[in-house]
């Protein structure tokens, strides 16, 4: 019982993780732009082609967490991405509603991907059937 719990942990960390990397992802591609996403970049000082990478990574890594496909790495780099985030953000104080965004939010994001970097993608995913058995044992 408790493996269950903890794929159903998994599960539910990857699917909040994940439409909230889509979510960020298709907002710089669809609302900001790309050339809007990579001009905000570069006043924070980096290179430009790095929004690119971003948007990239946001959406196909979403999506990769939603199907369960490459967990434990899309969720380490997603832990990086959101610790610089939150040392960006940091001198904006805690409160993420704070002007130019806080850092309380992407820390805690941070903190997600790094626990569902530990745990894994649990039973519940498109590949699942190749690593765990299709009942649920007891």
């Known amino acids: 019982m408790k493996e269950y719990q903890t794929d159903v942990a998994a599960f539910v960390l990857r699917i909040a993780l994940g ?16 050339e809007g996403t ?38 380490l780099i997603a832990f990086f991405q959101l610790a610089i985030i939150t040392i960006v953000h940091w001198t904006n104080g805690w409160s993420f509603t704070n002007p130019g965004g806080g850092w309380e939010y992407p820390a805690f994001m ?14 519940f995913s498109v590949l699942a059937g190749k690593k765990y058995p299709q009942t649920i044992q007891q």
């Open 19 to 34: 439409m909230m990397f889509l979510a960020h992802g298709f907002t710089k591609l669809l609302v900001l732009t790309p």
């Open 38 to 75: 990579a001009e905000y970049f570069h006043t924070l000082g980096f290179p430009s082609f790095f929004s690119y990478i971003v948007i990239v990574f946001e959406i196909g890594g979403g999506a990769l967490l939603l199907l369960g496909i490459l967990t434990r790495a899309v969720a």
């Open 110 to 123: 941070s903190l997600t991907a790094f626990s569902l970097a530990l745990l894994g993608t649990g039973r």
